[in-house]
């Protein structure tokens, strides 16, 4: 992968340096600390940036939604390698969107989509194809072009939650029915699984054009950032099947998409996926994990022992956690392999804490 000149975003003025650190982070090195994305409203005294609801831009003015993102977006310091970054989004399953699902909103639109399932008949679903003039496509590369044009020298689009592979096809035909197909057509998944597969990387890149994302570097909705390409990946479908199923289906499509951008993160989904980290930590590419814990479970700082084995297979870890946290995960932690994720409460707490850091390193 080629590294271009580092690009110039007005909201990251030292967006040089912190590329410098997230290439260590991805090839598993360290300069003089771990990565760590810190931010904090710029004025501690006004009153915090005002968001759009999440899936805004499904509906009504695109344009204004991207000047809103923009103007909350100035309004705080990006600390460490916090890049400004915004990840447009439909709902969990646009792809499945794109691909012919229909979506279904809340009364106010906004809150979270659901796809519904439209694959009662294999024979006639297949092959999977993209329609170029499909509704939610369209807008979405619509969405994308504004914007980047909005950010344009300011900050940059993240690229999306694409939810593909097997999540796709659990979109489309439901979990239920989706888990007795795999027993009893398993080469009907075979195919509707190629022909998703192959999907991957002209939807990625269509998007990756109409955002830019060649100018300005990008970020997945996990706010890892690299100056060519990168994404979270994921397959949440692996919390229904077991690691014979994993490797025979999902491994091959996560060790394509993985290849493709050359360095990403997975988000690997609670308690049930855990059985999966051994297949997982063996992808090429896949630099990163992102453990969510999931609610009703035990808080993420007790998941020690699991970050740990992960480490130990050299891949890194995703750390959510408050200023105060840090120093817990700085002495259990091997630092080449942390990436932390934090608010700080003032510009000057952050500030200190990167320099804590540094000197506990």
């Keep these: 992968m080629t590294i ?20 260590a982070f991805w090839n598993h090195e360290i300069i003089d600390r771990p990565v760590c994305v810190i931010r904090t409203p710029l004025d501690e005294t006004a009153p915090g940036p005002s968001w759009p609801p999440y899936m805004a831009g499904a509906h009504g003015d695109m344009r204004a939604v991207a000047e809103q993102v923009l103007e909350a977006s100035s309004k705080l310091w990006y600390g460490g390698e916090a890049v400004p970054t915004y990840t447009p989004s439909f709902g969990p399953d646009m792809m ?45 590369l619509e969405f994308c072009h504004i914007l980047a044009e909005t950010f344009r ?24 029915r989706l888990c007795v197909d795999l027993v009893d057509v398993p080469d009907v998944i075979d195919r509707a699984m ?17 955002a830019n994302m060649a100018e300005t ?17 994921q397959c949440d479908f692996a919390a229904l099947i077991g690691p014979r199923q994993f490797r025979k289906w999902v491994m091959p499509a996560l060790e394509e998409e993985a290849a493709h951008l050359g360095h990403c993160v997975y988000h690997l989904d609670g308690p049930e996926c855990i ?21 009703r479970n035990k808080p993420f700082i007790e998941w020690m022992d699991l970050l740990k084995d992960i480490q130990s297979r050299g891949v890194a870890v995703w750390i959510p956690c408050t200023l105060d946290e840090i120093p817990i995960y700085q002495r259990e932690l091997k630092p080449e392999l942390l990436y932390y994720e934090t608010w700080a409460p003032t510009r000057k707490a952050g500030e200190d804490m990167l320099e804590w850091l540094k000197e506990n390193t």
């Design 96 to 140: 499945a969107a794109w691909l012919g699902a229909e979506l279904q909103f809340p009364r106010d639109n906004y809150g979270t989509s659901w796809a519904v399932p439209c694959f009662g008949d294999w024979e006639s679903a297949l092959p999977i194809a993209l329609d170029p003039s499909n509704v939610w496509w369209q807008r979405m």
């Design 275 to 295: 059985v999966h980290v051994p297949d997982l930590c063996t992808v090429p590419g896949l630099d990163c994990i992102q453990w969510v814990h999931g609610a």
């Design 153 to 176: 020298g300011k900050m940059a689009v993240a690229h999306l939650d694409l939810h593909s592979n097997m999540d796709t096809l659990l979109a489309m035909r439901g979990g239920d």
């Design 217 to 233: 570097g990008t970020s997945g909705w996990v706010h890892a950032y690299h100056p060519v390409r990168t994404n979270t990946i």
């Design 4 to 23: 271009p000149t580092t690009p110039t975003l007005e909201l990251k003025p030292d967006l040089a340096e912190a590329t410098k650190r997230w290439l």
């Design 194 to 210: 190629a022909d998703v597969r192959a999907l991957y990387v002209p939807i990625y890149d269509a998007l990756y054009d109409a």
